[in-house]
């Protein structure tokens, strides 16, 4: 948060994914059963997708700036290294893609099942532009509830296998190496010498 613009961005990028990995799970497992919803949570669902609905926004306009940062006002320090412009790009566009996937994938499964099916569920923008993307809502709703629930799940796995292989990886690292830091104030400080020795 040294710098504010590139530390907001940052932020709201890596929280919006560890809010995500609930919503995430749950779509794991609709690909092995299809009816599963985390609904029994009750109003928890409901703050929950409230949640995800809120975050998915913000980072579509993080990852939108970040983008404008890199390519429109052209920060010189991130132009310097080509080959880590182009992984930052392509990690900026899968995470686009996870997100819009998971608003579309909603959009189109109010479409194929109507409000009332979606017990507990409080998605305030998803519900909203369901009828400008899906003006007929039984005209192939259900179909593309099917493609955009796998461009979404190939994506999160596809960007989960390329993060080891980019300058990303510490968007897993960070979360384990923050909790297992040694906080002993002993260990990083220089200890005094002996001068009588």
């Known amino acids: 948060m040294r710098e504010p613009f590139a530390g907001l961005v940052h932020f709201f990028i890596f929280w919006g994914f560890v809010f995500f990995l609930i919503a995430v799970v749950e779509a794991i497992i609709q690909g092995f059963y299809s009816p599963f919803q985390l609904s029994f949570l009750r109003p928890v669902y409901s703050v929950i997708t409230l949640v995800h609905e809120l975050i998915g926004i913000l980072v579509i306009a993080a990852v939108i700036l970040a983008l404008f940062r890199r390519y429109i006002i052209k920060v010189p320090r991130l132009q310097v290294d080509k080959s880590a412009s182009i992984d930052a790009t392509f990690i900026l566009s899968l995470i686009l893609v996870v ?8 959009m189109s499964s109010y479409a194929a099942n109507g409000y009332t099916e979606h017990a507990y569920e409080l998605r305030p923008i998803s519900s909203s532009l369901t009828s ?7 005209a192939g709703a259900a179909t593309a509830y099917e493609v ?3 461009v979404h799940i190939v994506t999160i796995f596809g960007f989960m296998n390329f993060l080891p292989y980019s300058k990303h990886l510490h968007v897993l690292t960070s979360i384990p190496n923050t909790f297992f830091v040694n906080l ?14």
Do not use: A, C, G, H
């Open 99 to 106: 997100v819009l996937s998971m608003f579309f994938q909603n």
């Open 132 to 138: 400008i993307f899906f003006s007929n809502p039984s």
């Open 148 to 150: 955009f629930w796998w």
């Open 184 to 197: 002993d104030p002993i260990r990083n400080t220089l200890k005094p010498l002996d001068l009588e020795d």
